[in-house]
T-cell receptor, first 112, second 113 residues
Framework: KNQVEQSPQSLIILEGKNCTLQCNYTVSPFSNLRWYKQDTGRGPVSLTIMTFSENTKSNGRYTATLDADTKQSSLHITASQLSDSASYICVVSAISFQKLVFGTGTRLLVSP | SQTIHQWPATLVQPVGSPLSLECTVEGTSNPNLYWYRQAAGRGLQLLFYSVGIGQISSEVPQNLSASRPQDRQFILSSKKLLLSDSGFYLC????????????FGPGTRLTVT
């Protein structure tokens, strides 16, 4: 069964600290993996997208890693800011079917 | 540049009433279009997707239907709303069905009372 699992479910960190969010997937055959940021009450916005051959990609203070062998990805946020408070969603797509498999997200709260 | 619009932004409807949510995309041609629902505390669930005018694929059996009357217009409808239809509805578009990113609209918060 094609699934995407994220951990932790929620996380609270102090402003300025770093954090890492995890994503494990069973989607096969793998095509690409994306991380989205979703502010409360808004649509998700793409942070990074990685294909099978990529194992790291950065977007400002966000760095995503991908291990296609173990089917794991992580999103590292450096020097967190209050505006980083949001849900972060891992999304995986397979080569063979025309849809994405969404994780349930990690809800991050950055406190002052 | 491409933009995606959804309206209304919020909607409160009684059980049994009809529904029509609209999504339009600007700045691109022949996009793939998607309707998702996000229940509180849950991940996004794909409801429908469309690869062209009049072409609708349904992912889950439900009380909703979708239509694509024009290339860049996608409509989500229901004849009679259920309480379980409450949620956050997101429209998205992509250039290809799988290889590229999906770009999401601002969403519609639907509350069925």
């Amino acid at each position: 069964k094609n699934q995407v699992e994220q951990s932790p479910q929620s996380l609270i960190i102090l402003e300025g600290k770093n954090c890492t969010l995890q994503c494990n997937y069973t989607v096969s055959p793998f095509s690409n993996l994306r991380w989205y940021k979703q502010d409360t009450g808004r649509g998700p916005v793409s942070l990074t997208i990685m294909t099978f051959s990529e194992n790291t990609k950065s977007n400002g203070r966000y760095t995503a890693t991908l291990d296609a062998d173990t089917k794991q990805s992580s999103l590292h946020i450096t020097a967190s800011q209050l505006s980083d408070s949001a849900s972060y969603i891992c999304v995986v797509s397979a080569i063979s079917f025309q849809k994405l498999v969404f994780g349930t997200g990690t809800r991050l709260l950055v406190s002052p | 540049s491409q933009t995606i619009h959804q309206w209304p932004a919020t909607l409160v409807q009684p059980v049994g009433s009809p529904l029509s949510l609209e999504c339009t995309v600007e700045g691109t041609s022949n996009p793939n279009l998607y309707w998702y629902r996000q229940a509180a505390g849950r991940g996004l669930q794909l409801l429908f997707y469309s690869v062209g005018i009049g072409q609708i694929s349904s992912e889950v059996p439900q009380n909703l239907s979708a239509s694509r009357p024009q290339d860049r217009q996608f409509i989500l409808s229901s004849k009679k709303l259920l309480l379980s239809d409450s949620g956050f509805y997101l429209c998205a578009w992509s250039l290809t069905v799988n290889g590229y990113e999906q770009y999401f609209g601002p969403g519609t918060r639907l509350t069925v009372t």
